[in-house]
């Protein structure tokens, strides 16, 4: 395929970016922690150090001033199940056919593709011990349970959705709180039990390389959230906006506990900290009045100024905040504008745990780029949900939709979304649609159908 010169690419990144490794390599004592801190449905607008000014979230914050804010940065999917199958394996989830969401027909019998390596599988070999707290979403039966793929501990439940608040009864298969593989009592909030847990799990393996991924089910629906951390937003009429601000007051906490644990331990200049959600704001319609009954899988969170929602190929449904923080090594109070995904952060982990770089991979490693000894290239970037599909080229973007035209923007230009260019730009746009129909030729068909939206509050989603 002819690319036009117009279309800036370097070898290896453009269909997967897996070519381009750093030049250095990490000695075995200069291993890092990495912890990854995975919210859930966070709106990209709805945080103090993306220019909220209703937000409240000081310890995300703080990360934030301490690190590298990336603009640009995005996961593989808008929504929870398949982004996560991306951010485990650091591959594109459609390359083993996982393009949708599990659901309650598919959480007990289907999973994340027992013969993908995932990031502990791989930092295993390299002498890390593994943990994951909180939110699973890749299979809930035995093959796929997270102590069959590589991690080492296990605290959270198997579903794709739960409530916040302490359940008193048996929440059933895809909902319970397991201990490894042993049920346990609740006594916490979703965001007060996982930092405690991962708080726990730094102490106990401070001394030796680990990494740790915090799987948040806040900001997600349902809404509810603590009445003392409702309380500061009386003020906000709209019942729904005041419990997610609970609910984000509630998590900002959580990733206090563990900054301190990092920090009481001396582990700030040892440990690699990546903040991001698995995908956009489940923002929903206009509310026909401030108490109005709480929407089903809505939790009115804000995308501004991006163009769609969780669910949507559109900016605001995959592009997210992303923060890392390495003290000492990343500079503080760095904004970065390099296209990000949340495939890096397996290329990112297993460069620093000094493995050899695995062409397989479809992420680059960030650490050259966020600390600036390397430019950021001009890459692309490629979604697909059934019948929508996307690329990001540098500032380009390409959306179709089985419905409409496809229509192409220019983010640098246009982060809405608003002006399609593609009868300005008629060979810019071919050659992007051109690319994005080789990339969808080189994946997997779905391995399970598209469930229809549930309407049961009580099942995973």
Same mark, same amino acid.
């Given at each position: 395929?002819?690319?036009?010169?117009?279309?800036?690419?370097?070898?290896?990144?453009?269909?997967?970016?897996?070519?381009?490794?750093?030049?250095?390599?990490?000695?075995?004592?200069?291993?890092?922690?990495?912890?990854?801190?995975?919210?859930?449905?966070?709106?990209?607008?709805?945080?103090?150090?993306?220019?909220?000014?209703?937000?409240?979230?000081?310890?995300?914050?703080?990360?934030?001033?301490?690190?590298?804010?990336?603009?640009?940065?995005?996961?593989?999917?808008?929504?929870?199940?398949?982004?996560?199958?991306?951010?485990?394996?650091?591959?594109?989830?459609?390359?083993?056919?996982?393009?949708?969401?599990?659901?309650?027909?598919?959480?007990?019998?289907?999973?994340?593709?027992?013969?993908?390596?995932?990031?502990?599988?791989?930092?295993?070999?390299?002498?890390?011990?593994?943990?994951?707290?909180?939110?699973?979403?890749?299979?809930?039966?035995?093959?796929?349970?997270?102590?069959?793929?590589?991690?080492?501990?296990?605290?959270?439940?198997?579903?794709?959705?739960?409530?916040?608040?302490?359940?008193?009864?048996?929440?059933?298969?895809?909902?319970?709180?397991?201990?490894?593989?042993?049920?346990?009592?609740?006594?916490?909030?979703?965001?007060?039990?996982?930092?405690?847990?991962?708080?726990?799990?730094?102490?106990?393996?401070?001394?030796?390389?680990?990494?740790?991924?915090?799987?948040?089910?806040?900001?997600?629906?349902?809404?509810?959230?603590?009445?003392?951390?409702?309380?500061?937003?009386?003020?906000?009429?709209?019942?729904?906006?005041?419990?997610?601000?609970?609910?984000?007051?509630?998590?900002?906490?959580?990733?206090?506990?563990?900054?301190?644990?990092?920090?009481?331990?001396?582990?700030?200049?040892?440990?690699?900290?990546?903040?991001?959600?698995?995908?956009?704001?489940?923002?929903?319609?206009?509310?026909?009045?401030?108490?109005?009954?709480?929407?089903?899988?809505?939790?009115?969170?804000?995308?501004?100024?991006?163009?769609?929602?969780?669910?949507?190929?559109?900016?605001?449904?995959?592009?997210? +905040?992303?923060?890392?923080?390495?003290?000492?090594?990343?500079?503080?109070?760095?904004?970065?504008?390099?296209?990000?995904?949340?495939?890096?952060?397996?290329?990112?982990?297993?460069?620093?745990?000094?493995?050899?770089?695995?062409?397989?991979?479809?992420?680059?490693?960030?650490?050259?780029?966020?600390?600036?000894?390397?430019?950021?290239?001009?890459?692309?970037?490629?979604?697909?949900?059934?019948?929508?599909?996307?690329?990001?080229?540098?500032?380009?973007?390409?959306?179709?939709?089985?419905?409409? +035209?496809?229509?192409?923007?220019?983010?640098?230009?246009?982060?809405?979304?608003?002006?399609?260019?593609?009868?300005?730009?008629?060979?810019?746009?071919?050659?992007?649609?051109?690319?994005?129909?080789?990339?969808?030729?080189?994946?997997?068909?779905?391995?399970?159908?598209?469930?229809? +939206?549930?309407?049961?509050?009580?099942?995973?989603?």
């Amino acid at each position: 395929m002819k690319i036009p010169s117009f279309i800036k690419v370097i070898p290896g990144l453009l269909m997967t970016s897996a070519c381009f490794v750093p030049s250095f390599a990490r000695a075995a004592e200069e291993r890092p922690n990495i912890i990854v801190l995975f919210a859930d449905d966070l709106g990209y607008a709805d945080l103090g150090c993306q220019g909220s000014q209703e937000v409240k979230t000081p310890r995300i914050d703080s990360l934030a001033a301490e690190g590298v804010r990336c603009t640009d940065a995005y996961v593989t999917a808008p929504m929870c199940s398949p982004s996560r199958a991306g951010i485990l394996t650091g591959r594109y989830q459609q390359r083993f056919g996982y393009e949708f969401n599990l659901g309650v027909t598919h959480t007990m019998s289907k999973g994340l593709d027992p013969a993908e390596k995932t990031i502990a599988d791989r930092l295993k070999t390299a002498g890390y011990t593994s943990g994951v707290i909180g939110k699973w979403d890749v299979g809930a039966s035995a093959p796929y349970h997270p102590l069959e793929r590589g991690f080492d501990e296990f605290y959270g439940f198997l579903g794709g959705s739960r409530q916040h608040k302490p359940a008193t009864a048996d929440m059933g298969p895809f909902n319970t709180m397991w201990r490894n593989r042993e049920k346990v009592e609740e006594t916490e909030w979703s965001s007060d039990i996982y930092s405690i847990e991962a708080s726990d799990f730094i102490t106990r393996h401070k001394d030796k390389p680990f990494f740790l991924y915090v799987s948040y089910t806040a900001p997600h629906w349902p809404m509810e959230a603590k009445d003392e951390d409702i309380a500061p937003f009386a003020h906000i009429q709209d019942k729904h906006r005041r419990t997610l601000l609970g609910l984000m007051a509630g998590l900002d906490r959580g990733v206090g506990r563990v900054l301190d644990t990092l920090k009481e331990h001396k582990l700030d200049e040892k440990t690699l900290v990546i903040f991001l959600s698995d995908n956009g704001g489940a923002t929903g319609p206009q509310r026909p009045s401030p108490d109005a009954p709480f929407q089903y899988g809505i939790n009115a969170s804000y995308n501004t100024p991006l163009r769609g929602v969780k669910g949507q190929l559109h900016d605001g449904g995959v592009r997210v +905040p992303f923060i890392a923080r390495w003290s000492g090594k990343l500079p503080a109070g760095r904004v970065s504008a390099a296209v990000i995904s949340a495939l890096d952060i397996t290329a990112t982990a297993t460069a620093l745990a000094g493995l050899p770089h695995d062409p397989a991979l479809d992420g680059i490693p960030l650490v050259p780029i966020l600390d600036g000894s390397q430019p950021a290239p001009e890459r692309s970037l490629f979604w697909r949900v059934g019948g929508t599909s996307a690329i990001r080229h540098g500032a380009w973007k390409l959306v179709t939709q089985p419905d409409k +035209p496809a229509e192409l923007f220019h983010l640098a230009e246009d982060i809405g979304e608003s002006r399609d260019l593609r009868e300005q730009e008629p060979a810019r746009f071919k050659a992007l649609r051109d690319l994005l129909i080789q990339w969808s030729s080189e994946m997997s068909k779905p391995a399970w159908p598209a469930e229809a +939206p549930m309407r049961n509050p009580s099942q995973p989603n």
